[in-house]
């Protein structure tokens, strides 16, 4: 059994024929679609991991069911090169070959080529020596209710969830809002002849708008009373 006191997250709709988790169809989906590490020259790699363990991918009955759920995560690692470290390492770089070339009394300028081909090691040398950052976002699977729940609010992270999940199944996630929701609800009968008209309201303004709006008043407020300090009584 799954058992959570509280989560934050996304909750979507399963459009599409999906494997039972019982089936080596649904883990065999989930190892073509594994996590494999970045390499050298990667920036970004993700990829099915068990729930339990970000470094295992092996899947089956016991490792991706919970009672009625299918539990799994996806493992997304990104590394980035400091631009300011590029941009110093770069610069050292042509510094020391300048001076080599001037030892041996020799003219040189880097040419648009040289410099292209300088960042390209550097970087691909940063890239190797600089470590990961990692997520990993929790997959909650109700296939009796076609609901998937992903446990994490993050924008970007849901959508690389969406693509990666089309890719590995071939369904669509389609998110389950509570307007969704309660179209689901109502849907046939005749309250939701009114709910398809509704539309969506904006009940105040940004708070710089708001703030710009109201500072005339603020100043003919304040024009108006004396330029004096309020006096405070003690209450004895």
């Not at 709709?13 to 390499?39: K, M, N, V, Y």
């Not at 980035?80 to 590029?86: E, G, P, Q, Y």
Request: net charge positive.
């Amino acid at each position: 059994m799954l058992n959570l006191r509280t989560f934050s997250g996304r909750r979507y709709r399963i459009s599409g024929r999906l494997p039972s988790p019982h089936a080596d169809e649904f883990h065999q989906a989930l190892t073509d679609r594994r996590f494999l590490p970045l390499t050298a020259n990667e920036e970004q790699t993700l990829g099915w991991v068990t729930a339990d363990n970000l470094l295992l991918t092996q899947f089956d009955v016991d490792t991706v069911v919970r009672g009625d759920h299918a539990v799994f995560s996806l493992r997304i690692d990104k590394r980035r090169v400091n631009a300011r470290i590029l941009r110093a390492m770069l610069d050292l770089e042509i510094r020391g070959r300048l001076k080599a070339a001037q030892d041996a009394g020799k003219a040189w300028r880097p040419s648009r080529d040289e410099r292209q081909q300088m960042r390209t090691e550097l970087r691909e040398s940063l890239m190797r020596e600089t470590n990961p950052s990692v997520q990993v976002c929790t997959v909650i699977l109700h296939t009796k209710r076609r609901v998937l729940y992903a446990l994490s609010l993050g924008k970007g992270v849901n959508d690389l969830l969406v693509r990666h999940f089309a890719d590995t199944f071939g369904v669509q996630l389609v998110p389950l809002t509570p307007w969704h929701r309660g179209g689901e609800i109502l849907a046939g009968s005749d309250a939701a002849v009114p709910l398809s008209g509704l539309e969506r309201s904006t009940f105040a303004g940004s708070p710089l708008q708001t703030a710009a709006e109201a500072a005339p008043d603020a100043r003919r407020l304040f024009r108006d009373e004396p330029d004096v300090a309020p006096s405070v009584e003690a209450s004895r």
